[in-house]
């Protein structure tokens, strides 16, 4: 049910190690199992923050019961993968982090 969306103007060489590293990165963090992780990356996009092209990410961070409490937790984590991956500073990083109650996730022709 974690969903992580990632959208950059850094282009991503190996994508599919980025995508894995995301997924193992929410699924830690929330202490929930991977095979329940969703990951979609957006990269290589024109962005502008703060008038500036320069690295840049704007993620969304989506799960059922996301702990209020832990999202600055949660957001020290995702800053760091992102700037240790892609080279975008944690200030050029913006998060938004949602939980959607269990009757409006959808999955497998039903609710949570």
Request: hydrophobic share 40%; net charge negative; proline share 5%.
């Amino acid at each position: 049910m974690p969903y992580l969306h990632v959208h950059t103007n850094v282009r991503v060489a190996d994508e599919a190690a980025f995508l894995k590293l995301c997924s193992q990165t929410a699924a830690h963090a929330l202490g929930k199992p991977e095979s329940y992780v969703m990951v979609n990356l957006s990269h290589g996009k024109p962005m502008l923050f703060a008038a500036s092209d320069a690295p840049l990410a704007y993620a969304e961070f989506k799960s059922l019961g996301m702990p209020g409490d832990a999202t600055a937790e949660l957001s020290a984590t995702l800053c760091k993968m992102i700037e240790e991956t892609l080279g975008v500073e944690s200030g050029r990083v913006y998060i938004e982090f949602s939980g959607p109650e269990r009757h409006m996730w959808g999955w497998d022709g039903g609710t949570f």
